[in-house]
């Protein structure tokens, strides 16, 4: 069921609307966020293919499954940037992200987050889906805070390999992820901004659909057992290595993000823009996973150009399947 | 010795010229608390960058004229974020970032949060009083005011009532306040004024001469400067808490048009201002003040939309 959940007047008519979509009996539900940056579009183009899905069930077009329990989705949140096609929207400048728990009263983005907030407070299970940073990409990952049972079983059922266990920052408290801190809550990251990248939004939809399965919130009369190869593995802030340019110009990427590195392993090289000249090699401090790659060739010095989670503890936090 | 002109970070760029961040340094005679000016965080405030430039120019004729007037270490960073200030837009354009939500432990790797860091770093390492100056967004225009946190006050109200400003504003912590650079140099022992003028984009002369003149008073009252300052009175600023200020916010989106100046006193029902609706040429609302004061913040960008500010209001003594 679409539903608008806040109507906000525009100056010059075509009103602001926020929809959520629910599906399933009442009862605590599993919320999905995404659109809180309007060039975060995997999670929006997840998020459609999830609506699609769901109601082909519902509709009984889906023999092999029933739905159990409840999910609602909450598929654009900045709507303004949406609509101008930007990250932020251009009238405030604000990053969405920065702006919970927000306030019914307030200015556009307070409403906004308080709306968010009050129709997700609820919830048993949180999911907030995002892309990289401006100019990067994600491989599909899990990003955590302080993981407790309820996150780590979340991480376990969800069947993707990569969880990175995020630091506290001094802008947390003003994210949605930070309101839902009472939550078994996870953020599903993906892809670069403004681009949609259907493989990895395919394989965090399997996750979802694992994560939906394992917790009984959709039961599949296959009965199929899933596959038990996969195996997650929660890796530390400093586990995190950001490898930075020492130059700047043009950085030619020669990896694939979600690869795993060799120590020495080229990643790319900087070169000058005005010579062709290569000016730097980048290269694998250590073996690792290259989690985040940049993708906007122009760069500055200082800049990472990749983030690498690797192995060197000694000890390995792996999750049970 | 003569002003000294250091770069705090310098970063290779993709055509040639690096970004670099400059700072002044007026070297002192004696050691009394050691002064740094900040202004240009965001790069389409400019108000501060006025009042830099005067500070700028008054110490260097200073140097000559009273050799050992500067008792205390006085820095200037005149354009901390030189790629929004060149193209004039409050966030880092390259990255559509707020540098100024960048500050703080725990920030994803990043070149603004290297720059935040090394601003921090050097900041923390040459101060014992920061003032960091700001104009308002693209929306409201303010009165020259300090806004302190709650927890500051102690340390922060002496040196603000010495700043000639003309409001003095209260208010408890809020999350969001924790990734600025006031609140880390706060939190870090160094007693920090964000000094709020005008709006951006602009300069308005008479408040940054005002401000220009606090500077010196502040100066003066720490020691950092011993001549008295050659200007006319400060002012006593209005000291308000959060109960004895009032908002106005827009109950409909469409133009906001005003009828009041910043720095007005109000009565109650005072016209302040109307909405009016841009396709329909319907009037949709008559904005009268709801108590009397001093105004202080009044919308000056008429795209209003619904919940936005429309002005801020002291509350006259006896109206809390
Ligand atoms: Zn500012």
């Known amino acids: ?321 | 010795m003569p002003v000294q002109t250091q770069c705090i970070l310098s970063v290779k760029s993709p055509l040639g010229p690096p970004i670099e961040i400059l700072k002044h340094v007026f070297p002192a005679q004696s050691n009394k608390p050691r002064v740094s000016f900040v202004t240009g965080l965001h790069g389409d405030e400019l108000e501060g960058l006025y009042i830099c430039h005067r500070l700028m120019r008054y110490l260097k004729e200073l140097k000559t004229t009273y050799p050992n007037a500067i008792q205390g270490e006085i820095n200037i960073y005149p354009a901390v974020n030189p790629q929004a200030l060149e193209n004039s837009t409050r966030l880092w354009p390259f990255f559509s970032l707020d540098i100024n939500r960048t500050f703080g432990p725990g920030q994803s790797p990043s070149l603004a949060v290297e720059t935040s860091q090394t601003l921090l770093d050097d900041l923390q390492s040459s101060s014992d009083i920061v003032i960091d100056f700001h104009s308002s967004n693209l929306h409201l225009m303010e009165l020259p005011q300090i806004r302190i946190i709650k927890d500051f006050e102690k340390k922060l109200l002496p040196l603000a009532k010495k700043s000639n400003v003309d409001l003095i504003w209260v208010h408890p912590n809020a999350d969001i306040f924790e990734s600025t650079l006031g609140f880390n140099l706060n939190r870090s022992k160094i007693p920090t004024l964000v000094i709020e003028i005008g709006i951006c984009h602009r300069i308005h002369q008479s408040m940054g001469d005002q401000i220009f003149n606090g500077m010196l008073s502040l100066l003066h009252h720490t020691g950092t400067l011993n001549i008295t300052p050659p200007s006319e009175k400060i002012i006593e600023p209005r000291q308000v808490q959060p109960d004895q200020v009032a908002m106005v916010q827009a109950s409909h989106s469409g133009l906001f048009i005003k009828q009041v100046e910043i720095g007005q006193t109000l009565e109650k029902g005072d016209k302040l201002g109307k909405l009016i609706d841009p396709v329909t040429g319907n009037v949709l609302e008559e904005i009268v003040t709801p108590c009397p004061g001093l105004l202080f913040t009044l919308r000056e960008h008429p795209l209003t939309h619904k919940g936005s500010p429309l002005v801020r209001i002291a509350k006259s003594v006896g109206e809390q």
């Open chain 1, 1 to 321: 069921m679409k539903e608008k959940i806040l109507t906000l007047p525009n100056p010059f008519g075509g009103d602001l609307e926020l929809y959520k979509n629910t599906w399933g009996k009442s009862g605590e539900p599993l919320s999905i966020v995404s659109g809180l940056q309007g060039d975060h579009l995997n999670g929006m183009f997840l998020n459609s293919h999830l609506t699609q899905f769901l109601d082909s069930i519902v509709e009984g077009l889906h023999p092999h499954y029933t739905l159990t329990g409840q999910v609602q989705t909450f598929p654009v949140v900045n709507a303004n940037s949406v609509r101008s096609g930007s990250r932020l929207w251009p009238l405030d400048g604000m990053n969405m992200d920065l702006a919970f728990p927000g306030n019914p009263d307030g200015e556009t983005a307070e409403s906004i987050a308080s709306t968010i907030w009050q129709h997700t407070r609820d919830s048993f299970w949180g999911i907030i889906l995002q892309s990289a940073p401006p100019h990067y990409e994600d491989a599909p990952h899990i990003q955590v805070y302080k993981p407790d049972g309820r996150v780590k079983k979340m991480c376990t059922d969800l069947r993707i390999e990569t969880v990175r266990r995020q630091k506290e920052s001094s802008t947390q408290k003003v994210n949605l992820f930070h309101q839902w801190q009472d939550i078994s809550s996870v953020i599903l990251s993906a892809g670069s901004p403004r681009t949609i990248n259907p493989q990895q939004c395919e394989t965090l939809f399997q996750g979802i659909l694992n994560f939906m399965k394992a917790e009984g919130i959709l039961k599949d009369h296959r009965n199929k057992k899933p596959d038990s190869k996969t195996k997650a593995r929660i890796y530390k802030s400093d586990e995190e290595i950001s490898v930075r340019t020492t130059t700047a110009g043009m950085f030619l990427k020669e990896v694939k993000v979600g690869s795993h590195l060799k120590q020495g392993q080229k990643i790319g090289e900087v070169r000058d823009i005005y010579s062709g000249k290569r000016l730097e090699e980048v290269t694998a401090p250590e073996d690792g996973l290259l989690v985040t790659l940049r993708q906007y060739p122009i760069v500055y010095e200082k800049e990472p150009m990749a983030i690498i989670l690797t192995a060197k503890k000694s000890w390995r936090e792996y999750l049970p399947f």
